[in-house]
């Protein structure tokens, strides 16, 4: 209850610097795994986001099944993450291919006009179709992909199967590295909504096959 709450109709993810059991941060995660999951579909959240060197958080989609293997082979899809020390830029990823260390990903970086992610809230949505990922920054579209493979079966897996959401803040990590003195603690993610619509006239792609 120290890192997770609702306060004013807002989830609040509160990172920490604290001792427990042996670590010197505390923050946390939540997943919808076991409760909904999701194959296709426009997945949207309102989020003001943390800062700070160190400051890593996401939300971000993993395969409730893993049926083409382990990660990356069933694999990952970061609708938004952030590196607290850039605040003004934020990325979209897709990560499949093999297992790891045989995991391929793609990444796409989008940067404010002005201002920084964590002085207000911002719209992050992704629509995932079966053969098309698109990823918007407040109604715009940044990122647009395609072509992926996984060593578990045929395209367009891994992205045809069932994926559950995830938000959390990382602290630390080979990606952001460590927090510093110039790290500012509690840091907070705050979540006005999260939505996600399904589409009703059905989803398709064209796909050659040879004879």
């Known amino acids: 209850t120290n890192n997770v709450r609702v306060e004013n ?17 505390t923050s946390g995660r939540l997943k919808t795994q076991g409760i909904r999951a999701w194959t296709f579909g426009k997945m949207v959240a309102r ?22 293997g382990t990660w990356a082979a069933s694999g990952e899809i ?8 850039q605040p003004n830029r934020v990325f979209g990823s897709l990560h499949y291919g093999g297992a790891y260390p ?20 911002h719209d992050f949505a992704l629509e995932w179709e079966p053969c098309a990922m698109r990823w918007y920054v407040d109604g ?15 395209y367009p897996a891994p992205f045809d199967q069932r994926f559950h959401i995830l938000l959390n803040v990382a602290v630390g990590g080979n990606l952001p590295g460590s927090p510093d003195g110039t790290t500012v603690f ?7 909504y999260v939505r996600v ?8 792609c064209t796909l050659t096959f040879d004879n």
């Open 9 to 25: 109709g807002k989830l609040i993810i509160q990172a920490l610097q604290e001792t427990y059991g042996g670590r010197s941060y």
């Open 47 to 68: 989020i003001r986001l943390p800062y700070g060197q160190g400051i890593w958080p996401a939300f971000w989609m993993l395969p409730s099944d893993g049926v083409y």
């Open 78 to 85: 970061d609708i938004v993450e952030y590196l607290g020390h």
């Open 102 to 121: 045989n995991n391929q990903y793609t990444s796409t970086a989008v940067t404010l006009a002005s201002g920084n992610f964590n002085e207000a809230f």
């Open 140 to 154: 715009t579209l940044y990122a647009t992909k395609t072509n992926w493979s996984s060593t578990g079966g045929p």
């Open 186 to 192: 509690p840091q907070q993610l705050q979540v006005d």
């Open 197 to 204: 619509y399904q589409r009703v006239d059905g989803n398709g």
